[in-house]
């Protein structure tokens, strides 16, 4: 799309708007598209497929945790806990160790809305699963009993 076809495209959007304004638009879709032809305005010299292909990259790049999956199944309770206890560990290993680790669903990622409640969540399954090999120990007769 070259500078002609981006300022013909403007102007259409221009135009679309003024007709939703026209017919009584709901303000908060008036004030988007209105900020939205601010920004395409203030790109002039740049062309929307370019703006586009920008979004597009963007959205390609992924992120990849640091951690390996033998990493993280080798890894001890203690070291898992020093990660999620230190705030330079980033959310994708702590996602990582979450899956890979204890099983938590991927599609679960968003219910921890921010890095803390992630964090608390991994704190209590090391918690739980610290519990649980204790029990096992128990069973076994590796730690005896103290009365």
Avoid: W
């Amino acid at each position: 799309m070259d500078e002609k076809q981006s300022s013909l495209l403007l102007k259409v959007l221009t135009a679309h708007f003024h007709a939703l304004a026209s017919a009584k638009c709901d303000e908060m879709l008036l004030k988007d598209y209105s900020a939205l032809l601010r920004f395409l305005r203030a790109r002039k010299g740049e062309s929307l497929e370019e703006l586009f292909r920008k979004a597009r990259r963007k959205e390609h790049v992924k992120a990849l945790p640091n951690l390996t999956a033998n990493d993280v199944r080798k890894a001890s309770l203690e070291d898992l806990e020093k990660l999620v206890n230190n705030e330079e560990t980033p959310r994708i290993d702590l996602e990582y160790i979450a899956i890979q680790r204890f099983s938590v669903p991927r599609g679960s990622m968003r219910s921890f809305s921010n890095r803390q409640m992630l964090a608390d969540k991994l704190r209590t399954l090391i918690s739980n699963e610290r519990t649980h090999e204790t029990i096992g120990a128990v069973a076994r007769g590796q730690i005896k009993r103290q009365s």
